[in-house]
T-cell receptor
């Protein structure tokens, strides 16, 4: 199956800094999802986006569905230690079958106090 | 809140053993999925089911089978476990394929 291009692969930041990560694809998507995975746990849904251009916030997290429908970004403002983890983007291709989601390979976020 | 549970958090099995991984969801979701997650490879879809007794192959079904006898339960079966099936296994469910909710995962080690 196709993988999304997610970047960066990893980020080393200071506590309090803002974070930005994105996913791109050569295909058009009609849904974008952002998940966070803590070590040894399953991914937890953070934000779901269903319309091109949609901008959605969840606390300090903000995500946007790109206007071309081929990309999405996630921003985290004023990072705190519990933001550490792996962030995954996932999308459903327009016209795709009932075969689940396409996932990015994840962005490892590491926060230095 | 959606709850997806997996029968074991950690499993250790020997090569050749038959392994059952169980997943249960309590939100009456139609769709259920099994993924495996490996470093550097991300999440890969093994099988999914969009109704009771229905199953569809995902991207990497070889060496696996599934069973969905009841709507809330989706089982992943390794007929004869091999060392290359050592991985983190994640179950997910959804009412539609847009938003999937994941279980906590089962970390399987095959010796």
């Amino acid at each position: 199956g196709q993988q999304l291009n997610q970047s960066p692969q990893s980020m080393f930041i200071q506590e309090g800094e803002d974070v930005s990560m994105n996913c791109t694809s050569s295909s058009i998507f009609n849904t974008w999802l952002w998940y966070k995975q803590d070590p040894g746990e399953g991914p937890v849904l953070l934000i779901a986006l269903y319309k091109a251009g949609e901008l959605t916030s969840n606390g300090r997290l903000t995500a946007q569905f790109g206007i071309t429908r081929k990309d999405s970004f996630l921003n985290i403002s004023a990072s705190i230690p519990s933001d550490v983890g792996i962030y995954f983007c996932a999308g459903r291709r327009a016209g795709g079958g009932a075969d689940g989601l396409t996932f990015g390979k994840g962005t490892h976020l590491i926060i230095q106090p | 809140d959606v709850k997806v549970t997996q029968s074991s958090r950690y499993l250790v099995k020997r090569t050749g053993e038959k392994v059952f991984l169980e997943c249960v969801q309590d939100m009456d979701h139609e769709n259920m999925f099994w993924y495996r997650q490996d470093p550097g490879l991300g999440l890969r879809l093994i099988y999914f089911s969009y109704d009771v007794k229905m199953k569809e192959k995902g991207d990497i079904p070889e060496g696996y089978s599934v069973s969905r006898e009841k709507k809330e339960r989706f089982s992943l079966i390794l007929e004869s476990a091999s060392t290359n099936q050592t991985s983190m296994y994640l179950c997910a469910s959804s009412t539609s394929v847009q938003t999937q909710y994941f279980g906590p995962g089962t970390r399987l080690l095959v010796l």
